[in-house]
């Protein structure tokens, strides 16, 4: 049997200096996931690399949606493994640096992806995704380090803020030097892959300066392997004392279900419902990242001062008014048109709509990270925050597959009402959650080894 993990106690505070350099991290890995994942590389791959083989890229889009799927499932075969072996032996920073690396290097070589490299591109896609995921869930677990939980929130607000302008640097710089994703365009293009490499390399920097490693290693001899399989099942098992961290972990499936349905489909959504301008398409992305970043860092400041919980539930409401502006744009833009004698456009009123997304998406990412670092004893931190990236990880495979699926029966319109009804079901299974005691079981946490 291995024996306890031991970890120093965390200060009241990091140094400023120190959090900086974990919310770099942040900021440094949006260039993946807008570039490759939302904004450029996978219009590229499905339009060009791919293309429509006369039926109209139906194979393309399901493609991309495998690679995807194959690389979050890993995610959520391995996450909660990789972070027992990080707890067991101080190595957090240690899988941090693998993940970033083999992000950048394999992100790197989408440069050589051309027109018909079909598999190459699907490989290297789950491959960089699956690397990047992972460090999600490794920063994500040094959380509860860098601060006392009052003071957790606006932390964790303070990465997603920085993270959404690194997104907007970064894809903003794309989209004005490379151009747009065409087969006309594709020798600047297929650039996007080495400059979002370079930019997570350079940016992230700070994170692996400044970062400190606070967990004390316990000898052994023992391999990774036997540590993972042993501390993840004594986990499973312990998870009793865990009842709040557990109920959450399931309403976070249903709620981040919802957001990989809104950030996989939100842009989509703008051309085919909405038949917005690219323009006007430029102009949401701008939006979305600036109203992200606002509403991850004043929530961020809002759950210390009412709670984390309460504000989850907040940030779960504000999606449900977004979901339903986002549905009744349309009906909304004709109807304020006949009642005032106006003439907007719905891209117009689907602008301001959203404003109300972007303060959803930050907010909501922000407050759920920052609960499970509360709920999160600091000895299992990169454990239980492994849990956490399976919880998003599985999500975005059911909430995709779900909206895939429904929007060929009914259309993308009434489809996007999916997620009222997954926020709700969120809402309802987060009422049964008890801060106060979440909290009291991290804090008092011994493990049965201990216990003797």
Same mark, same amino acid.
């Given at each position: 049997?291995?024996?306890?993990t031991?970890?120093?106690?965390?200060?009241?505070?990091?140094?400023?200096?120190?959090?900086?350099?974990?919310?770099?991290?942040?900021?440094?890995?949006?260039?993946?996931?807008?570039?490759?994942?939302? %904004?450029?590389?996978?219009?590229?791959?499905?339009?060009?690399?791919?293309?429509?083989?006369?039926?109209?890229?139906?194979?393309?889009?399901?493609?991309?949606?495998?690679?995807?799927?194959?690389?979050?499932?890993?995610?959520?075969?391995?996450?909660?493994?990789?972070?027992? %072996?990080?707890?067991?032996?101080?190595?957090?920073?240690?899988? /941090? /640096?693998?993940?970033?690396?083999?992000?950048?290097?394999?992100?790197?070589?989408?440069y050589?992806?051309?027109?018909?490299?079909?598999?190459?591109?699907?490989?290297? &896609?789950?491959?960089?995704?699956?690397?990047?995921?992972?460090?999600? =869930?490794?920063?994500?677990a !040094?959380?509860?380090?860098?601060?006392?939980?009052?003071?957790? *929130?606006?932390?964790?607000?303070?990465? #997603?803020?920085?993270g959404?302008?690194?997104?907007? !640097?970064?894809?903003?710089?794309?989209?004005?030097?490379?151009?747009?994703?065409?087969?006309?365009?594709?020798?600047?293009?297929?650039?996007?892959?080495?400059?979002?490499?370079?930019?997570? +390399?350079?940016?992230?920097?700070?994170?692996?300066?400044?970062?400190?490693?606070?967990?004390?290693?316990?000898?052994?001899?023992?391999?990774?392997?036997?540590?993972?399989? @042993?501390?993840?099942?004594?986990?499973?098992?312990?998870?009793?004392?865990?009842?709040?961290?557990?109920?959450?972990?399931?309403?976070?499936?249903?709620?981040?279900?919802?957001?990989?349905? $809104?950030?996989?489909?939100?842009?989509?959504?703008?051309?085919?419902?909405?038949?917005?301008?690219?323009?006007?398409?430029?102009?949401?992305?701008?939006?979305?990242?600036?109203?992200?970043?606002?509403?991850?860092?004043?929530?961020? !400041?809002? @759950?210390?001062k009412?709670?984390?919980?309460?504000?989850? +539930?907040?940030?779960?409401? +504000?999606?449900?008014?977004?979901?339903?502006a &986002?549905?009744?744009?349309?009906?909304?833009?004709? #109807?304020?048109?006949?009642?005032?004698?106006?003439?907007?456009?719905? @891209?117009? %009123?689907?602008?301001?709509?959203?404003?109300?997304?972007?303060?959803?998406?930050?907010?909501?990412?922000?407050?759920?990270?920052?609960?499970?670092?509360?709920? =999160?004893?600091?000895?299992?931190?990169?454990?239980?925050?492994g849990?956490?990236? +399976?919880?998003?990880?599985?999500?975005?495979?059911?909430g995709?597959?779900?909206?895939?699926?429904?929007?060929?029966? $009914? *259309?993308?319109?009434?489809?996007? /009402?999916?997620?009222?009804?997954?926020?709700?079901v969120?809402?309802?299974?987060?009422?049964?959650?008890?801060?106060?005691?979440?909290?009291?079981?991290?804090?008092?946490?011994? =493990?049965?080894?201990?216990?003797?």
């Amino acid at each position: 049997m291995l024996p306890a993990t031991t970890a120093t106690v965390a200060p009241s505070y990091a140094s400023r200096r120190e959090i900086f350099g974990w919310a770099m991290f942040d900021f440094a890995n949006q260039a993946y996931t807008l570039l490759i994942i939302t %904004v450029v590389f996978g219009e590229l791959f499905t339009t060009v690399i791919v293309g429509d083989r006369g039926d109209g890229f139906r194979l393309a889009n399901f493609l991309w949606s495998l690679a995807l799927a194959i690389s979050y499932l890993m995610v959520v075969l391995t996450a909660p493994l990789c972070g027992a %072996v990080m707890d067991y032996r101080a190595e957090k920073k240690r899988f /941090l /640096l693998i993940s970033y690396l083999a992000t950048v290097a394999t992100t790197a070589m989408l440069y050589f992806v051309e027109p018909g490299f079909i598999v190459v591109g699907l490989l290297l &896609i789950v491959l960089s995704n699956y690397a990047y995921s992972m460090g999600e =869930s490794f920063i994500a677990a !040094f959380l509860p380090e860098l601060g006392p939980p009052d003071a957790l *929130g606006k932390i964790s607000g303070f990465g #997603w803020a920085l993270g959404y302008i690194g997104g907007l !640097f970064a894809a903003g710089f794309t989209l004005v030097v490379l151009g747009e994703a065409t087969l006309d365009n594709f020798e600047r293009i297929r650039w996007v892959g080495p400059f979002a490499a370079g930019f997570f +390399l350079l940016a992230a920097i700070p994170t692996f300066l400044w970062l400190k490693e606070r967990g004390v290693p316990q000898p052994s001899g023992v391999a990774y392997r036997r540590i993972a399989q @042993q501390r993840v099942l004594a986990t499973l098992h312990e998870l009793r004392y865990f009842k709040d961290l557990s109920v959450f972990l399931v309403s976070l499936l249903f709620s981040m279900a919802g957001v990989y349905i $809104i950030i996989a489909f939100a842009f989509i959504y703008g051309a085919q419902v909405i038949g917005w301008d690219e323009s006007v398409r430029n102009i949401m992305f701008i939006i979305v990242q600036v109203t992200a970043a606002a509403g991850a860092l004043g929530f961020g !400041f809002i @759950q210390d001062k009412l709670g984390a919980k309460r504000t989850y +539930l907040m940030t779960l409401a +504000l999606w449900i008014t977004a979901i339903v502006a &986002i549905w009744a744009t349309p009906e909304l833009t004709t #109807w304020v048109n006949s009642r005032f004698g106006w003439q907007w456009q719905s @891209q117009y %009123v689907f602008l301001v709509v959203g404003c109300l997304a972007g303060l959803s998406l930050g907010s909501s990412q922000s407050a759920s990270r920052a609960l499970v670092g509360l709920f =999160s004893p600091l000895a299992k931190s990169a454990e239980f925050f492994g849990f956490w990236g +399976l919880a998003n990880k599985l999500a975005g495979v059911l909430g995709i597959v779900m909206l895939g699926v429904l929007q060929t029966l $009914i *259309g993308l319109q009434a489809s996007i /009402l999916l997620c009222v009804g997954l926020f709700i079901v969120a809402m309802l299974i987060c009422a049964g959650v008890n801060e106060r005691r979440g909290r009291e079981a991290a804090v008092a946490w011994k =493990s049965e080894e201990q216990s003797r």
